[in-house]
């Protein structure tokens, strides 16, 4: 095992995914030497191994830290609107159903690997090294040991290098090796907690003249009770299409094991969708089921020596679509907690800079998984029920009553980076009592008492202060 050179004062990075990029790009705009070690090849010259999500949702704390990077003019074009849900109810009928009531209430689909070019291109004209065909295969803490922690990792030839353990950054998902290492070394409480669903992508090719076949702006959702499938938006005219659904017993991944089942499936519940999908049983039989879950980690660094972010620290079931916000959100709150008054990081105290974030984050990325489980319910159920509905419709109405006190729980997360999502949680608990008392025996908005609304929302919630 020989010895790898790692200059002092170089940033390692474990993982050049969408994080990880974002990452070494805001540090090397800081003056920071950064090197990216990434296990797959450069997905800039060759196909990549199917796997991760094809298109996701970006929201306004994404934005946020796209715009402290400087790179939302490259981005942008990428970006489809949705200004809110297309509801197929199971006899066709459409339903739209808006996220919010301002025109910056908008999330916006993009291409996980559009994104992903675009951050890498950008941190390599930043400077940054980003080796390919790469990868951390364990790490060595020096428990006991000071100075001795060892990184080890397997070159493009897949011989084994060694080096010191400082400043290395997991950015490298959720089976993340880094975060393995803290677990077994350190003895702390990881919980991963994976769910009984799994998914599938699927594509809807684009119509005559690269014409979408379905509304462009909007997230489309076919909510089946336990099972849903959603449809987003993508440039080319096309749409990356999901299915959610049980692995096992009927309906299941597993009793879809032919392509008889998986047509009569598609006929059976999304029927309007099914005739706009040629090639909907080849590719349902070609392409892997993806598993989900949630983790959940007490400790997410080591002295100045190692520290976990976005999936690594904290992965998520994708039901909020903030995996990647929440991310983005980890890179700009880690910049803000390592570089002083100028913007710089040379005299950064790394060791109480990972500290800080990892106390000031984990209530919040703990709040988002909680969210992101109770959305899946609502988007694949909920949102079908009248209450729902009337409750939702109410929402709005208070929120025009009450633009800073009553907030809706979902714009909260998406489109108010200033409210932090333990806050977002916990008003949101606030909110659905109020909600729930007002429409307990009320058929419509027009038969409830807003005057007696009003009170509630004024006794029971604090005007959000700016900031959060």
Same mark, same amino acid.
């Given at each position: ?16 995914? $969408? ?29 990549? /191994? ?23 003019? *490259? ?22 159903? /808006? ?50 922690? *060892? ?94 659904? /049980? ?40 392409? /892997? ?17 190692? $520290? ?161």
């Amino acid at each position: 095992m020989n010895r790898m050179k790692n200059p002092a004062g170089t940033v390692t990075i474990a993982g050049a995914g $969408l994080a990880g990029t974002l990452l070494a790009l805001l540090l090397a705009q800081r003056g920071q030497q950064v090197r990216v070690i990434e296990r797959l090849p450069d997905m800039r010259r060759e196909d990549i /191994p199917a796997g991760r999500s094809i298109n996701l949702a970006l929201a306004a704390r994404g934005i946020q830290a796209l715009e402290m990077a400087n790179i939302m003019d *490259q981005v942008r074009p990428l970006l489809i609107p949705m200004p809110g849900r297309m509801l197929h109810a199971p006899d066709g009928t459409l339903t739209f159903v /808006p996220y919010g009531q301002g025109e910056h209430e908008v999330i916006y689909s993009v291409s996980r690997p559009g994104l992903n070019r675009v951050l890498l291109d950008a941190a390599e004209r930043a400077g940054v090294q980003i080796r390919f065909n790469c990868s951390v295969a364990h790490a060595d803490l020096d428990v006991g040991q000071p100075g001795h922690g *060892q990184l080890v990792v397997h070159d493009a030839s897949g011989a084994l290098h060694t080096e010191p353990l400082l400043r290395v950054i997991g950015a490298d998902g959720g089976g993340s090796v880094l975060r393995r290492a803290l677990v077994g070394q350190l003895q702390i409480d990881c919980t991963e907690d994976l769910l009984e669903h799994g998914y599938k992508e699927l594509s809807l090719p684009p119509g005559p003249k690269g014409r979408h076949l379905l509304d462009r702006q909007a997230l489309h959702i076919w909510p089946r009770g336990g099972f849903m499938l959603i449809a987003l938006p993508n440039v080319d005219g096309s749409f990356t299409v999901t299915l959610f659904l /049980p692995l096992k017993g009927t309906p299941s991944f597993e009793s879809l094991a032919g392509e008889d089942a998986i047509l009569h499936f598609f006929q059976t519940h999304f029927s309007d969708v099914c005739a706009l999908m040629p090639e909907l049983a080849r590719e349902f039989l070609a392409r /892997p089921t993806g598993i989900m879950g949630t983790v959940r980690c007490s400790r997410w660094s080591y002295r100045d020596r190692l $520290l976990l972010i976005g999936d690594a620290a904290h992965a998520m079931t994708p039901f909020h679509g903030q995996g990647m916000n929440c991310a983005f959100e980890d890179c700009r709150e880690l910049i803000e907690c390592l570089q002083d008054g100028s913007g710089l990081l040379d005299g950064a105290d790394w060791a109480q800079a990972f500290r800080d974030f990892e106390q000031g984050r984990r209530a919040h990325t703990d709040a988002i998984s909680q969210m992101a489980l109770e959305n899946y319910l609502e988007m694949r159920d909920t949102v079908r029920d009248p209450g729902f509905q009337l409750r939702k419709a109410l929402s709005l109405v208070l929120e025009r009553r009450h633009p800073r006190r009553f907030v809706p729980r979902y714009s909260m997360v998406m489109f108010h980076p200033e409210i932090p999502y333990a806050q977002a949680l916990e008003r949101g608990c606030i909110q659905e009592a109020i909600l729930a008392e007002l429409t307990d025996a009320a058929r419509s908005v027009e038969s409830i008492d807003l005057a007696r609304a009003d009170r509630l929302v004024e006794a029971r919630l604090v005007p959000i202060r700016a900031g959060g």
